[in-house]
């Protein structure tokens, strides 16, 4: 007698989903099963994050369902979703910065119990999760204060500390050092053992290939392919996504000029007044990538913030100049106006160009026609230059902010963790851009926790520990 397959846990029933003249998702259906990690892959803006938030609840389909345990699922009501068992960990954080890490924990359980909350036991169980993570983790600082690496992993544990059966990741290793995704990856195979879907959002393939069991594709909003991972393999994976593969760049010598940046002995304070940047001195010479690399925490964003003049300098000295382009980590946050429509985010560093402006009055015409030029040119996906930024998929979003930076030539771009959470063709996009900007003559100033990108990208590289550098290593580049 054959052994019975056992019903999906959560099944997308041919779910549409339209965002003015941008079909997000069109007629998909795939399965989730208990006991199996579950990859969703996929360019930006090929509909994966409408596809989870419409499992958690988050977005309602304009057609189809989604099946919980063989029953419709309530769409539009995240929080029973999240009682009922499925617990989603955002690209895009959900935390209340004025809160502690402890009461960000704290805050999808309260309003699911029926009897009060004993703050101290959540609070301990989610520090020995963290511990198993090999994550140190304050419950009692205030979650603004941390750094975005510290936070993602406040997200990952805020859905592990519910019962919950169902766990949505996205993108959940786009800020950890390869040992704190091993550690992560470990967890989840707990999880998988326990019974539990674990639904991974990912663009990394290697990663896909090492952790899941089952892939589905989707490319344009449309289900491209679902198969199990050991049927398949990166090459056949990548080709679903991107249809074509983007071609390999040539390696040339880097023709490195004079000192574009000059920090001297700085020193740098955090956010809550601790030394972030210690005794630091370094150079940046035009026409090179110079690769920060380390763990994301040691110091990563105050010295991108004071290289760019907005973090003060407590001691030492600093000549850059006057053109600095940047390129921060968090790009809703720091690098757009997200209500503002697209033309205006692009339009937000080029004020001063005269083709554009003759005394103060914008040139409206010649701003469009400028816009235009740069979407095609950055091969961005939109839909009218009216509409808000915040509309585009996350690849789209960085695309419009290194469209604004290279634009105006600058002599100095400082770039930070540029490729976060993109997939493989905006990464390539990207990568390429920066690798161009050096080869013109620019200073580049790389700071990432993603290895690979640094020793594709950089001409040398050094490593921030604690707020001071560790050796220089000659990059990939120029070897």
């Known amino acids: 007698m054959s052994e019975s397959v056992p019903d999906p846990i959560l099944k997308i029933d041919r779910i549409s989903k339209r965002y003015g003249s941008v079909q997000a998702l069109n007629n998909v259906f795939t399965e989730f099963f208990s006991g199996e990690i579950h990859a969703v892959l996929g360019e930006n803006g090929a509909g994966k994050s409408t596809l989870v938030s419409a499992l958690a609840g988050f977005v309602i389909p304009d057609s189809g369902e989604v099946v919980f345990h063989g029953q419709p699922a309530p769409m539009g009501h995240p929080q029973r979703l999240r009682e009922l ?34 703050l101290d036991d959540l609070t301990s169980r989610a520090m020995e999760l963290a511990r198993q993570l090999g994550w140190e983790i304050n419950p009692k600082v205030r979650t603004g204060s941390l750094p975005v690496g510290i936070q993602q992993r406040i997200e990952i544990l805020k859905a592990l500390v519910g019962d919950s059966q169902v766990i949505i990741l996205d993108e959940p290793t786009a800020v950890l050092t390869p040992e704190e995704i091993d550690d992560l ?4 195979r707990d999880l998988k053992s326990q019974g539990k879907a674990i639904i991974l959002i990912a663009h990394k393939l290697s990663e896909v290939m090492s952790i899941a069991d089952v892939v589905t594709v989707l490319r344009k909003g449309e289900l491209i392919a679902r198969a199990r991972i050991a049927e398949t393999n990166p090459t056949q994976l990548a080709e679903w ?49 110079l690769g920060i690399g380390g763990v994301d925490g040691n110091g990563q964003l105050e010295l991108a913030e004071a290289i760019v003049c907005i973090r003060k300098l407590d001691t030492g000295s600093r000549t850059s100049p006057e053109k600095i382009g940047y390129i921060p980590q968090d790009r809703q946050r720091d690098g757009l106006a997200l209500s503002m429509s697209i033309e205006d985010n692009l339009l937000a560093g080029a004020l001063e160009d005269s083709n554009l402006s003759k005394r103060g009055l914008l040139k409206s015409k010649k701003i469009k026609t400028w816009a235009q030029k740069q979407v095609e040119n950055f091969s961005i996906k939109i839909g009218t230059l009216s509409d808000p930024v915040k509309s585009l998929s996350g690849g ?29 063709k905006a ?30 990208l950089s001409t040398r590289t050094v490593y921030l520990n604690r707020g001071q550098l560790a050796e220089s290593l000659v990059g990939a580049v120029s070897q």
């Open 85 to 118: 068992g499925i617990a989603m960990v955002h690209q895009h954080f959900m935390l209340v910065p004025n809160f502690t890490v402890e009461e960000n924990l704290a805050l999808d359980q309260i309003r699911s119990l029926n009897s009060p909350l004993k």
């Open 185 to 188: 990856f470990s967890v989840l």
């Open 241 to 289: 996504m991107v249809g074509d593969l983007p071609p390999s760049r040539s390696e040339s010598e880097s023709q490195v000029g004079e000192v574009v940046l000059s920090l001297n002995e700085i020193n740098v304070k955090g956010d809550r007044g601790e030394v972030a940047i210690n005794g630091l001195s370094l150079e940046a010479r035009a026409g090179e990538v």
């Open 396 to 424: 789209n979003q960085q695309k419009v902010i290194v469209s604004r930076v290279l634009s105006q030539r600058p002599q100095l771009i400082v770039a930070v963790n540029p490729t976060r959470g993109l997939d493989i």
């Open 427 to 456: 990464t390539d996009f990207v990568r390429t851009q920066l690798a161009q900007a050096a080869e013109k003559g620019a200073a580049v100033v790389l700071i990432s926790t993603d290895l690979d990108e640094l020793a594709e």
